[in-house]
């Protein structure tokens, strides 16, 4: 049971290059990518919730399934199409998350663009911007996961 006295923390992760070939589960799809597996360990043990977030539909329950075309070629990731997405994409994290809500992206920097439009509702906060690449990441991950502190 969640505490009442502290915010909803929501985990939101990218997916990746690397899958299975075959429709499944969308964490299942992705946890080809170590980098996927070990963020999704990391923000299940640190969050309430967690949702991958996929261009072009926006977020993705952990369950929904998924096919393994989702996202391949990131249509529309340019200009103006990807500001629609960003504001899309914001409407859907206000549809599902409750206002107030601390939210952490595990995301790259154009899907980041979205803390901009969501700062005025939630506490927004992105652990790997700044890192330098994914072997810091991973680092970051592997750390909490065997009980370090993890920023």
């Not at 429709?23 to 963020?39: E, G, I, Q, Y």
């Not at 103006?80 to 952490?104: D, H, M, N, R, W």
């Amino acid at each position: 049971m969640q505490n009442t006295n502290k915010p909803l923390q929501v985990g939101f992760l990218s997916t990746t290059i690397t899958r299975f070939e075959v429709p499944m589960a969308a964490r299942d799809l992705f946890a080809r990518s170590t980098w996927f597996r070990k963020a999704l360990k990391f923000s299940e043990l640190r969050h309430d919730r967690t949702y991958i977030i996929s261009v072009p539909r926006g977020i993705l329950p952990l369950d929904e399934i998924v096919t393994p075309e989702e996202g391949k070629d990131f249509p529309g990731t340019q200009g103006k199409a990807f500001k629609e997405f960003t504001t899309e994409l914001a409407e859907q994290i206000k549809q599902s998350v409750p206002a107030g809500s601390e939210l952490y992206f595990y995301v790259c920097n154009k899907i980041r663009r979205v803390t901009k439009i969501l700062q005025t509702d939630y506490v927004c906060f992105e652990p790997t911007k700044g890192t330098k690449g994914i072997g810091e990441q991973l680092q970051k991950f592997n750390s909490e996961a065997e009980g370090g502190e993890a920023e």
